[in-house]
């Protein structure tokens, strides 16, 4: 099936295979390095240590493989010693939605019982991941779906890595052992963006090395520049982001003065607007990246007014920007409207004319709960409660 192949909603409820609790250790999710030691743990030779990591990471992500049996290029003694001790295991998928516009979201259940989701989003030219990194989050933005829930726990980099392997599976997007590379024709799965559940830099380790597996060449081989890790701005990790994973970032503006920040991206009060241009005007060069992308939810009469919008280009000045206006997604309970269309347009203009791009993020997915803001796993019970949600934004 192509991208834009014309699809119905569909509701489909995959059945729940159980993850291995059989003590065998998990290979996917570990860095080459950690992939070395563990096959060295098992007696694999210290000279063919290298190789060997080579052809087994190559199978689980270049090939899609997860059963060793399958892993030709090596003895059958050998394939037998690693399914002894290790498994190739990617998250369960509870269920899958397509919505009348071809987004995809799946339900993903992670060991512990837990769900987060995951988004595909088919363009005419891409096709976006949109992952998750927490379930959860501990931040309190009082526009976002995600933040009513508590923060329950980071994901491992297995976790990241596999939501885009089980995408991959769903899209069939494996090459076949035989018929080719793979590499041919445009890629379904084509950019990634750490724009779902929970606050990517506040669970650094595993999302680095989540997205170091992603981006080698030997497997997943994204580029860098088709990575996009979105943040509410913690500070101390943007630098680090740009030394370590170097990939696109994204930053939730939202705000134009500290006052209204405040109240909707709370980590504000601890990095308020100068710390954090501070943190970004270095990125693009310590990262080597052409351009941040300023994320600005558009909030009723909160945030869009004319002057926001001039306060804003002011702000960025000097930043290699592309501002990205997000009409605000709507959820049960929220405490905000979408702004009109033509304060939209208003907005975007004036943005325009200072000379940067200023696209408006077309809702996807909506009818099934998957636009940005709106993800939240139904399953979950550590909720928190409007009262709440309203004091810890100071709203209430
Ligand atoms: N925690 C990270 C990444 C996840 S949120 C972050 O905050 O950047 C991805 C984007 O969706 C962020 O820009 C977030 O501010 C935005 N968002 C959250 N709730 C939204 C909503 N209800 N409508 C529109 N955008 C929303
Ligand atoms: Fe967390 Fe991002 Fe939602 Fe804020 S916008 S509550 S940081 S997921």
């Not at 052809?55 to 689980?60: A, G, P, R, V």
């Not at 993800?375 to 810890?392: P, V």
Request: with cysteine.
């Amino acid at each position: 099936m192509t991208a834009n192949a014309p699809i119905t909603q569909d509701v489909l409820t995959i059945p729940r295979k159980d993850t291995p609790t059989d003590g065998r250790r998990n290979l996917v999710g570990l860095t080459r390095e950690q992939l070395r030691e563990a096959l060295v743990s098992v007696g694999t030779p210290e000279k063919q240590a290298k190789m060997r990591v080579n052809q087994i990471w190559q199978w689980i992500y270049h090939w899609g493989v997860r059963d060793f049996d399958a892993m030709t290029n090596l003895a059958k003694t050998y394939r037998a010693t690693l399914s002894e001790n290790f498994s190739v295991t990617v998250p369960d998928v509870v269920s899958r939605q397509v919505s009348d516009d071809g987004t995809r979201k799946y339900l993903v259940r992670i060991a512990g019982g837990h769900e987060v989701e995951t988004v595909y989003i088919p363009e005419e030219d891409r096709g976006t991941l949109c992952i998750s990194s927490q379930v959860g989050c501990t931040l309190t933005c009082s526009f976002c779906h995600t933040g009513t829930q508590k923060l329950v726990r980071n994901l491992t980099a297995a976790e990241i890595v596999g939501q885009i392997m089980v995408a991959r599976d769903d899209l069939g997007e494996w090459p076949e052992p035989g018929v080719g590379s793979g590499e041919s024709g445009p890629r379904l799965l084509s950019n990634i963006v750490l724009m779902g559940m929970g606050e990517p830099l506040y669970n650094f380790e595993s999302v680095r090395d989540a997205m170091k597996i992603a981006m080698d060449g030997e497997g997943i081989a994204l580029s860098r520049r088709r990575i996009t890790l979105s943040t509410s701005g913690v500070v101390p990790e943007i630098a680090r982001t740009a030394e370590e994973i170097g990939c696109m970032l994204a930053i939730s503006f939202h705000a134009t003065t500290d006052e209204v920040r405040d109240k909707l991206v709370p980590i504000n009060k601890r990095w308020p607007l100068a710390e954090l241009l501070e943190a970004l005007k270095a990125y693009p060069k310590a990262s080597n990246s052409e351009r941040i992308t300023f994320e600005y939810v558009m909030l009723k009469g909160v945030n869009d007014s004319d002057e926001d919008a001039r306060r804003l280009v002011q702000l960025i000045k000097g930043i290699p920007a592309k501002i990205n206006l997000i009409p605000f997604n709507e959820w049960p309970g929220a405490p905000y409207e979408r702004s009109d269309w033509r304060r939209i347009k208003a907005f975007a203009d004036i943005i325009y004319k200072a000379g940067y791009a200023s696209p408006i993020r077309t809702p996807r997915g909506e009818d099934i709960m998957a636009a940005c803001g709106q993800l939240k796993s139904a399953t979950e019970r550590a909720r928190k409660s409007r009262a709440e949600i309203a004091s810890e934004a100071g709203l209430g």
